[in-house]
T-cell receptor
Framework: GAVVSQHPSWVICKSGTSVKIECRSL??????MFWYRQFPKQSLMLMAT?????????EQGVEKDKFLINHASLTLSTLTVTSAHPEDSSFYIC?????????????FGPGTRLTVL | AQRVTQPEKLLSVFKGAPVELKCNYS??????LFWYVQYSRQRLQLLLRHISRESIKGFTADLNKGETSFHLKKPFAQEEDSAMYYC????????????FGKGTKLTVNP
């Protein structure tokens, strides 16, 4: 149980276009999902917290208009990179918060490799 | 500010040797610490959390508030333990946000 999927697993796009990445919790409902960015050989950096039915909370330095997040249902959050540029090329990872008995755990997706030409 | 430091980028040991992956944190609140592991070509997965005080795959980690550390230990490393290990701090407040360290790549040689 507690599987999180991401689609697509990789995408190549031209500079100036927009790209949408989906994050789904397959067998549980997640009111909270998180979006991370990982540069090569570096750690995961939290970009934003996505809450179902409300606006996402962005971390300092992350452009809201650049990285649009929508959490329209309890099993789906999307990240849209608008007007992508080469510097947006990165590995984007989502996680979904599973509520357990007394403990909460983040379950991670496999990541999406974005390359902007 | 919240910060997690993993001083070793790379750690190499031989099979059967003890291994310790270091993690130090900086946080003014009550910390909740985690170790996540990422095996080759796989997603990040939770290895253990300090509040559970459990041993997973032979690994243990003890939270030392005095030294602000949460080192991961295993007495006898196995080749299948080779992976990337990330220490993470939950900054809580009900948000369950995680701050990750930069990770340590563990290689267990035969």
């Amino acid at each position: 149980g507690a599987v999180v999927s991401q689609h697509p697993s990789w995408v190549i796009c031209k500079s100036g276009t927009s790209v949408k990445i989906e994050c789904r919790s397959l067998d549980f409902q997640a009111t909270t999902m998180f979006w991370y960015r990982q540069f090569p050989k570096q750690s995961l950096m939290l970009m934003a917290t996505s809450n179902e039915g409300s606006k996402a909370t962005y971390e300092q330095g992350v452009e809201k208009d650049k990285f649009l997040i929508n959490h329209a249902s309890l099993t789906l959050s999307t990240l849209t990179v608008t007007s992508a540029h080469p510097e947006d090329s990165s590995f984007y990872i989502c996680s979904a918060l599973g509520r357990g008995t007394g403990t909460d755990t983040q379950y991670f997706g496999p990541g999406t490799r974005l390359t902007v030409l | 500010a919240q910060r997690v430091t993993q001083p070793e980028k790379l750690l190499s040991v031989f099979k059967g040797a003890p291994v310790e992956l270091k993690c130090n944190y900086s946080y003014s609140g009550s910390p909740e610490l985690f170790w996540y592991v990422q095996y080759s070509r796989q997603r990040l997965q939770l290895l253990l959390r300090h509040i559970s005080r459990e041993s997973i795959k032979g690994f243990t980690a003890d939270l030392n508030k005095g030294e602000t550390s949460f080192h991961l230990k295993k007495p006898f490393a196995q080749e299948e333990d080779s992976a990337m290990y990330y220490c993470a701090l939950s900054v809580g407040g009900g948000s369950e946000k995680l701050v990750f360290g930069k990770g340590t790549k563990l290689t267990v040689n035969p």
